[in-house]
């Protein structure tokens, strides 16, 4: 392998994926094991996924943990990063990815809604974020990615709740690259526009939205799982050393902005 190829390789890296058993996350545990990271499955409800995901790092030659933890407590977040510190000693990778989309019109959006969807996505990055620093500042080297969203950057009408929550984790993500950069810590977000998982699958049901929604994007396709993965595989690796408190905007050339 040349010295340039060498700057992607993982190998003896411990990296943990939140959300990691589907879609976006599973890709991205994926193309970590294929560099030869070590690699922490976190999920909440759906154990196959996760197991699934886990034998298909395995496959790739890493080795792989499924840690079932919500991270939107602050309880769930330490067990993921003990459980992972027991079985690896380390952390070198967060990839903060655990998420989900749901809203109402403003005047319709309830309390137990609004929570919901900040605590996972938000308070949730911030629990693991706090849980696995002191960890990731013994290495004086770490890599921590936030999966943020276009949302976050132009708003999302009927869904202000996400919007706020990907809106705030770009905000998250900018304190804390200055913050941990002493320690060698660089700390960036991806903003994806529509991607093809299961979090989408309902609006991607109606032909013509479907059509409406690849209309607007110029690359003229919804992005695939590994379109997101292999930047967040970049920002992970040697060959973005110098990139911190960066949003990486991975959306077709449907929002240009940064
Ligand atoms: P997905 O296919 O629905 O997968 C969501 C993942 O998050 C699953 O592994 C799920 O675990 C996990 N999860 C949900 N709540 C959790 C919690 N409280 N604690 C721990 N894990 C939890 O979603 P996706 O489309 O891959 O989205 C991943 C991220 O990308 C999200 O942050 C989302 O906002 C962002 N994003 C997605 C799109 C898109 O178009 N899909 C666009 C922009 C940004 P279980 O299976 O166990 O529930």
């Not at 959006?109 to 500042?137: F, H, M, Q, Y």
């Not at 320690?183 to 609006?203: D, F, K, L, Q, S």
């Not at 032909?207 to 920002?235: H, M, Q, S, Y």
Request: aromatic content about 6%; charged content about 20%; glycine content about 12%.
């Amino acid at each position: 392998m040349s010295e340039v190829l060498r700057g992607l390789s993982l190998t003896g890296r411990v990296a943990i994926v939140t959300g990691g058993s589907r879609g976006i996350g599973r890709a991205v545990v994926e193309r970590l094991a294929g560099c030869g990271a070590s690699v922490v499955v976190n999920y909440v409800s759906d154990e196959d996924a996760a197991k699934s995901c886990v034998e298909a790092a395995r496959g790739l030659g890493a080795e792989s943990l499924a840690v079932r933890a919500d991270v939107a407590r602050p309880e769930g977040a330490d067990e993921l990063v003990r459980a992972t510190l027991e079985r690896f000693g380390k952390i070198d990778i967060l990839v903060c990815n655990a998420g989900v989309w749901d809203g109402a019109p403003v005047d319709e959006l309830s309390e137990e809604l609004w929570d919901r969807v900040i605590d996972i996505n938000l308070k949730g990055t911030w629990t693991v974020c706090r849980a696995a620093t002191p960890s990731l500042k013994l290495n004086g080297w770490g890599r921590v990615v936030l999966v943020s969203s276009t949302a976050g950057q132009r708003g999302e009408a009927n869904y202000s709740n996400y919007a706020a929550s990907k809106g705030g984790q770009i905000a998250f993500a900018k304190s804390l690259a200055s913050e941990l950069a002493p320690h060698g810590i660089n700390v960036n977000a991806v903003a994806p526009g529509w991607v093809e998982t299961e979090m989408c699958r309902e609006a991607f049901a109606d032909a013509d939205v479907r059509r409406g929604i690849e209309c607007a994007i110029p690359l003229g396709r919804v992005a695939t799982t590994d379109d997101i993965a292999f930047p967040i595989l970049f920002l992970c690796s040697e060959w973005a050393r110098h990139i911190t408190g960066e949003v990486i905007n991975i959306n077709g050339g449907s929002v240009l902005c940064g």
